[in-house]
């Protein structure tokens, strides 16, 4: 059974810092790994999507990588910001064919302070 | 991309009532997922809504608890049924577009 683990389950750090949330995973065999963010009370939006056959993702300040073989995602945050409080989530996703059922972690909640 | 609109986005529940949410996609979409993410915790999902046939509910979820429905291609609901103040979470309808959206979440809260 997929089990996904997110370290640290919270951190706060001053504006400017850059910053990484690891994420794992037990089984390597996934379609793919996805980052989310979550504000308080409110759904999931995406952030980065990395196939299995990729190794990262760039989006603006947001960088993802993916260690398929040890199980191992990172997000790196450059240069954080107020605006990047909020809960990061990773989630993978099962191979195809099994329906997109990701397996979520519980989550790291970011404090960026000002 | 997918745009979704759900709602209710929160409501406060007597026990024993029932909520209905609903969740509207722009674009037709195959499957439909609900998710639960209970207070501190991460999401489970609850079921998968396919058009045009029962749903498929995860382990440890039933349809006498949690009816769903799945009229078209971009329109499905979710009641919670019967509720105790267990029930009360945030609920999330996805759907899988290249990629996983969420809608923006219904907020429960169940006295």
């Known amino acids: 059974k997929q089990e996904v683990t997110q370290i640290p389950a919270a951190l706060s750090v001053p504006e400017g810092e850059n910053l990484v949330l690891n994420c794992s995973f037990t089984?390597?065999?996934?379609?793919?790994l996805q980052w989310f963010r979550q504000d308080p009370g409110k759904g999931l939006t995406s952030l980065l999507l990395?196939?299995?056959?990729?190794r990262e993702q760039t989006s603006g300040r947001l960088n993802a990588s993916l260690d398929k073989s040890s199980g191992r995602s990172t997000l790196y945050i450059a240069a954080s910001q107020p605006g990047d409080s909020a809960t990061y989530l990773c989630?993978?996703?099962?191979?195809?064919?099994?329906?997109?059922?990701?397996?979520f972690g519980a989550g790291t909640i970011l404090r960026v302070k000002s | 991309s997918a745009v979704i609109s759900q709602k209710p986005s929160r409501d406060i529940c007597q026990r024993g009532t029932s909520l209905t949410i609903q969740c509207q996609v722009d674009?037709?979409?195959?499957?439909m997922f609900w998710y639960r993410q209970q207070p501190g915790q991460s999401l489970t999902l609850i079921a998968t809504?396919?058009?045009?046939?029962?749903?498929?509910?995860e382990s440890g979820f039933v349809i006498d608890k949690f009816p769903i429905s799945r009229p078209n291609l971009t329109f499905s609901t979710l009641t919670v049924s019967n509720m105790s103040p267990e029930d009360s979470s945030i609920y999330l309808c996805?759907?899988?577009?290249?990629?996983?959206?969420f809608g923006s979440g219904t907020q429960l809260s169940v006295l």
């Open positions: 996805s759907v899988y577009y290249e990629k996983l959206f």
């Open positions: 089984d390597s065999a996934i379609y793919n």
């Open positions: 990395i196939q299995s056959s990729q």
């Open positions: 989630a993978v996703s099962p191979p195809a064919g099994y329906g997109n059922k990701l397996v």
């Open positions: 674009s037709q979409v195959t499957m």
């Open positions: 809504a396919n058009q045009g046939s029962e749903a498929t509910y």
